[in-house]
């Protein structure tokens, strides 16, 4: 979702202001509108969308002062200079400075609309390539925190990439251990770098009226022992990412509040009435299949819709083996600069085993199992005194594999079968051995 692009105008004189505002409104090019260059300044932010348009003469700070300030910030942010009749010097100096263009008043609207959209479509190209910096820079950062070449993995971090700096809330669904905080924590890495505002909270952690001051913050007496104000994770969270982990436990009531959030974009304290704005990325995670539990009426339908505009769902383990041996080196490194002690050898029996498991605790399993190899207890973590015969780790994968697609056929044992290959008869008959119906 791209942000459309707007004029930051800076004018002092109301007339002047009005009509430059009106005519770029008119021409379809969003505006806002200040008074002094004071203001303005506050309102840039990094990457600032769009362009800067000023009178040289302002009160307060100049707009050549102004002009100056933003190539320090943005040496690439156009600054179109607006000059009084007569002030030529005024206009080359603020050339030599950086400026994009000058225009001497009096001008016409439509003169003042055409250098406004050629200032735009060369922001717009900017930030574009800046963008695609960003995202070939991060990419490779993106493979060394989310490992993996299986295509689930490869697809989650497309889905990454492309939705990172989007202002649009997320929903990551996996089982416990798959690393939805860790989607999370690049979503925001990606899309505010080096920013540290960002916010995680366990929705199952705590009871539920702790839950509402933890959120949402209170006033100072708004329950008993309520003794000072306290700022939410929310209102904390403005400006960054707040992740909201086990989303399937939050309460009815707190749920609600939480869309109106997601809606309105505002908040109130306990014990005050004043609407907070609050701007800020949610990224829930949920290990529950939502959908399913909001048509069981255990989770509220309208929340679930308007979270699940992004999805991202992360595959356990069991279903991208071919990712368990770069997984597994990874933390075996770790776990050794951690414990300092020297990496343990990955055998290929290792290897064999940690690839028959089905680790229901996914990747913190298998992170586990990787530190009690480099402390010399991995045998008791990755089945050494147990390892399958080549027929159990057969069988496991078949099982495994027969699983998976009658889950994904819906019970259906015609259609597995013809997904299989497979006579019916047999596919009957391995289902009843593996327990499966």
Known sequence: MKMPLQVLLVEDDPNVRLGCEQALQLAGIPVVATASAEEAERRLTPDFPGIIVTDMRLPGMSGMDLLCRVRDKDADLPVIIITGHGDVTLAVEAMRNGAYDFMQKPFSIDDLVDVVRRALEKRELVLEVESLRRRLDYRDDLEARLIGRSPQMQKVRRLILDVATAAVDVLIVGETGTGKEMVARCLHDLARPGQENYVAINCGGMADNLLDSELF?????????AQKRRIGKIEYASGGTLFLDELESMPMNMQIKLLRVLQERVIERLGSNQLIPVNCRVVAASKEDLKVWSEQGKFRADLYYRLNVVRIELPPLRERREDIPALYDSFLLQAAKRYNRPPPPLTPETLRRLMAQDWPGNIRELRNAADCHVLGIGGQV?????????????????????????????????????????????????LKKYGLI
Do not use: C, M, W
Request: glycine share 8%; net charge negative; aromatic share 6%.
């Open 217 to 225: 913050g209170h006033e100072q007496g708004a329950f008993t022992g």
């Open 382 to 430: 990755i089945g050494a005194s147990e390892a399958p015969s080549l027929t159990e780790a057969v069988e496991n994968y078949e099982r495994l594999l027969i699983d998976d697609e009658f889950s994904r056929q819906q019970g259906n044992i015609q259609r597995t079968a013809d997904a299989l290959r497979i006579a019916r008869t047999t596919l009957h008959d391995k």
